[in-house]
């Protein structure tokens, strides 16, 4: 079993940054990879970026949607058992609650891949 908190959420302008963390309980959690997702209202939860466990081959360490390419970052401390997220050159079209996941294996970019999930953590850019 596995338990994610996660913060960092928050009110900030279009362009600007925030840093999201979320701290796993356990002592497995070079175990498993670790995704964000997020949820806007009367969307369906979306796939942000992914990161797999230790040792995993470089190439294949992270990965990103297309959407946030490029101005979002997400990494790993395993000594700390947390990953981040960080978001930067927000858009108002950001907005939505962020969610960390947790899978036992490959890291993945569907929701039902992953074995675990946090609360959430509400984002909101305003434009």
């Known amino acids: 079993q596995v338990q994610l908190v996660e913060s960092g959420g928050g009110l900030v302008q279009a362009g600007g940054s925030l840093r999201l963390s979320c701290v796993a309980s356990g002592r497995t959690f070079n175990m498993y990879a670790m995704g964000w997702f997020r949820q806007a209202p009367g969307k369906e939860r979306e796939f942000v970026a992914a990161?797999?466990?230790?040792?995993?081959?470089?190439?294949?360490?992270?990965s990103y949607a297309d959407s946030v390419k490029g101005r979002f970052t997400i990494s790993r401390d395993n000594a700390k058992n947390t990953v981040s997220l960080q978001m930067n050159s927000l858009k108002f079209e950001d907005t939505a609650v962020y969610y960390c996941?947790?899978?036992?294996?490959?890291?993945?970019?569907?929701?039902?891949?992953?074995?675990?999930w946090g609360q959430g953590t509400q984002v909101t850019v305003s434009s």
């Open positions: 990161i797999s466990r230790p040792g995993t081959i470089t190439h294949y360490a992270d």
């Open positions: 996941a947790a899978r036992a294996g490959l890291r993945a970019t569907t929701p039902r891949d992953y074995d675990y």
